[in-house]
């Protein structure tokens, strides 16, 4: 859903009121170039070891994003712990 918003002194006001499930929630904002001071982005001068380092850690994520998910039957079973936490997920859902 597109909607209209006001920036004002780093809040966002909707032009059109809206009634939202939750108090928080993450929205991605278009910001015209125009409005930018400066549209060059923020440049970190890191030193190479680090840029290796999180180069590595970037590719293990990928690597456990992109890992195929076991087949349902070599899944553990669940423990009563974890339903507890999956009912309770749910009843939080529904409000």
């Known amino acids: 859903m597109r909607v209209e918003a006001l920036y004002d002194h780093g809040r966002l006001e909707f032009i059109e009121p809206l009634q939202l499930k939750h108090e928080r929630l993450r ?19 890191l030193p190479p070891e680090v840029l290796a380092q999180a180069q590595a850690m970037r590719d293990r994520l990928d690597a456990i994003r992109n890992a195929p998910l076991p087949p349902d039957d070599e899944l553990p079973e669940l423990s009563a712990k ?3 936490r999956i009912e309770a997920f749910a009843l939080r859902e529904d409000r």
């Open 82 to 84: 974890q339903r507890e």
């Open 27 to 45: 929205l991605i904002v278009e910001v015209p170039d125009a409005e930018l001071v400066s549209s060059t982005p923020v440049t970190y001068h």
